[in-house]
C-alpha cells in the first residue's frame, strides 16, 4: 500500500491548550469500542467519571455526553484529564488522530490535515506552492483493483482541476468558473453523454443571497458564526472578495479537492465536491471582506478553519448542500458560471 502525505504532515504538532478552537468544542467525542473497552477498566473517580458520561447518542454511536459544547474531560486549563490521568495512549481513536484524515482507496491511502484545526490550518496557509504534489496523478499511482478504469480516470481530472485552481495569473473566482467549467464536461462523461460547449448565453448573474439562506438554516454551533453569517448576509451583494483572500483561499481549495473529489468512485459526481468549494469561496471571501473593513474582529484564517468546522465537518450540513446542488436549478453550472465571472471582474 502507498502512503501519500502533504509536505507539512509530519511537522504538525497539537498546541493542546494553547489552540484558539479546541476540538474539545462543540463537538460530541466518538469513543470507540476498543478504547471503552479499557475504560471498563480504569479504577477511581477518573474511571467513574469516564463511565457515567459515556453515552449512545441519536445515531447509535458512544460518545462522551458533552456539557455547554464542550467535552466533559476538558478541564479549566483546557487540558485533558483523561491524557493527564491514565495517558496519551488512551485517548480514543478520534481524540488520539484528530486533524489527521486517512483516506483509503484500496491501492494507496492518502493522509491529510483537516483545516477545522488552527494549527494545521496555519501549517497550510503558510504554504507557497502546492505541498500535495506527491500525491500525483493517474501515472504514479497504478491501481489493480476493479475501479482501475474510472480511479485512473478520476486522478487525472483531479490534477487538471488542480491545475486550473494553481492558475496565479487569474483571479480565483476565475480559476474557479474554469475549474467548474471543466468538470462539467468530466461530469458528462461520467454520465455517458457527449461533452458540449456550455453556453450562458441569456443566463443573468443572479445575487448570491440564496447561498447564503441556504448557510444559515444549517445547523451552526457557534453563536459567533451565526452572528458573522447573518451580518454577511445582510451585505453579500455590496461586499468585493478580494485579491489577496484568493491567494490564501487557493490553499483551503486545494485541501477541500484532495479531500473530497475521490468521493466520486462511490457517488459517481464530481460536481459535488467542485460546487461545495465555490460555496465555501464565496460565503468566506464576502465574510472576509467585511472582517477586513472591521479591522479583522476574526482573522482570516479563523474565517476559513471555521467555515471547515461548521460546514464541511457536519455531514447534515453537507448532504443539505448536495440535495440543494440536485434540486435547486440556481447551483447549476451555468449560473453559477455567470456569477463567478462577474465575482472575478470586480477582484
Ligand atoms: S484543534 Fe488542533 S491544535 Fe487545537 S486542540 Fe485540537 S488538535 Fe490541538
Redesign the pocket.
Known sequence: MRHIYPTFYHEFR???NR?E????KDWDIDVDSETEKFYQTVEGALGDKIRSLTITDEYGERVFRSGNGRCPFWNDDMLCDIYIGIGEEHLSHTCAN??RVHIDYGDFQEHLLSFA????ARFMLREEGNPYRDFGGSEELETTDENEDFMSFLLKARERSVAFLLNRDEPFAYRLADCLEFNAQVQALLNGEEPQPLSTDGVKAGSPDFIFDLHRQFEIMSDRWRQALDETAGQADSLAISKNFGADYEKFALYYLYRYYLEAIHSGDVLYSVKRIICAYLVTGKMDALFASQGYPLPRMRILQRYSKEVEHSYENTEQLNAAFDADRRFDTAPLLVMLEQMGAME
Open positions: 497539537c498546541i493542546a489552540c478552537d479546541s476540538c474539545c484528530f486533524p484545526c488552527p494549527e494545521a
